[in-house]
């Protein structure tokens, strides 16, 4: 029941979900991770910490997720001090440089225009995914760093990894502001158009649904 009040529905009923937790005897941490989860996309995400803060006094150990669901709502909340607080456990428990972990921190820092806490969160990743690098690329477009997102981009097909969906859709947007800079417009171009056909060859379809 839990599960289905904070993560299967559509918004989360968080109020169902808060209900349910009351009435678990002994929650475990999947249990806290389930309700930190339901308050990331409630009108007030910064209320998880309040259920951070009973785990440990459970005397639980959180793990990875607990810590991406964390700073998802510090990200939402663009809730940069309590960030990195959430940062500083998770080096506490050594989980810093962890790849789902390592891409939230990246997310969060991208989001509440910390740029170069963001960059260091990706240099100190050990294995980075697609979505590892679709958060930087993202990052350095939120903070008006499009030709920065641009090398990125040439990095990452250098080194073989096909970018995903949410990469490919902030290339293009980055290609975008390139081409209304002047001394950027040729270089923008010739991007756009190597996504442009990057995409066809895949036979990919893009979800464009943020703005320019």
Known sequence: MLKFASSSLSPPDLPLTNLVFS??????VLCYNLGVRAHSSVSRPLNSLSLYQSL????????????????????????????????????????DAAT?????????????GAFQDALRAFD???HRSDISW??????????????????????VMSL???????????????????????????????IGRQVDAHV???GLELNINKPC
């Open 160 to 190: 073989g990894v096909d970018p995903n969906n949410a990469a490919l859709v902030n290339i293009l947007c980055a290609c975008a502001c390139a081409c209304a800079c002047a001394c950027a417009e040729r270089g923008g171009l010739f």
């Open 200 to 202: 066809a060859m895949r």
């Open 23 to 28: 009435r678990i005897h002994q929650p475990d």
């Open 56 to 95: 440990l006094l459970q005397g639980l150990c959180p793990n990875e997720y607990t810590f991406c669901f964390l700073l998802d709502c510090c990200s939402r909340g663009l809730a940069l001090q309590e960030g990195r607080q959430v940062h500083g456990q998770l080096k506490k428990h050594g989980l």
């Open 100 to 112: 789902f972990a390592g891409t939230s921190l990246i997310h969060m820092y991208g989001s509440c």
């Open 124 to 126: 100190q990743m050990h």
């Open 134 to 155: 679709a958060a930087i690329i993202d990052a350095c477009i939120n903070n008006g760093m499009s030709m920065d997102g641009l090398s990125l981009f040439y990095e």
